[in-house]
């Protein structure tokens, strides 16, 4: 076995409680890649909320998932994730969640996420979490505002009560330039 980097190790996780059927949030689409690994798990019956305030990310996307044919479950809106609340129903349970923290490869780096619009999304989806659901975030900090938002999302999910939730913090320690961190909550 090879330990996994971040991204591909978060897929590993939500692989385990995303079931065919489940409801689920990318909360930043980006290029594609989650929402796609999303949209196969929960297949045709299931429904993907996807999240992304560039047009590009959203275009990108949309490519992504139409030439693999799977665009049928996915809806996409050009918002921020701040905004689930305003577009994911309280009372819709979701299996999981994903969010790749940064900014859109091969798009503006000046657009970034930040704990401002994280930290309400994060907490839209666990109010919205299954039981043993998982939110996934991966928090890629190299980029000027990266380590302010990597330091409060952290902050945010220390104090979360180990009653109610179990933070995973997963991280290659001896790589440089600031290898991803994943955390992943789950829902006791």
């Known amino acids: ?10 897929h590993t996780l939500l692989s385990q409680v995303i079931q065919s059927g489940d409801i689920v949030i990318d909360g930043t689409v980006g290029n594609g890649n989650d929402t796609a690994f999303l949209a196969d798990q929960v297949g045709k019956n299931g429904h993907v909320y996807g999240f992304d305030i560039q047009a590009l990310a ?4 949309e490519k992504r998932l139409n030439a693999a044919h799977l665009m049928q479950p996915v809806e996409l ?23 790749n923290l940064g900014y859109l490869p091969g798009g503006d780096h000046q ?9 309400p999304a994060v907490k839209a989806c666990l109010s919205r979490l299954t039981k043993n659901g ?20 952290i902050q945010f999910v220390e104090q979360l009560d180990q009653k109610q939730y179990t933070v995973l913090n997963y991280q290659f320690i001896n790589q440089v ?12």
């Open 1 to 10: 076995m090879k330990l996994q980097p971040a991204l591909y190790f978060s």
């Open 58 to 61: 959203i275009d990108n996307t």
């Open 77 to 99: 809106f050009q918002t921020g994730h701040e905004n689930i609340d305003q577009v994911v129903p309280i009372d819709t349970p979701i299996a999981a969640a994903i969010f």
């Open 111 to 119: 657009k970034i996420t930040t704990a401002d619009t994280t930290i």
């Open 134 to 153: 998982i939110v996934a975030l991966v928090l890629y900090y190299g980029h000027p505002g990266g380590p302010a938002e990597k330091q409060t999302v």
């Open 177 to 188: 330039n600031q290898p991803p961190i994943l955390i992943a909550i789950q829902k006791r």
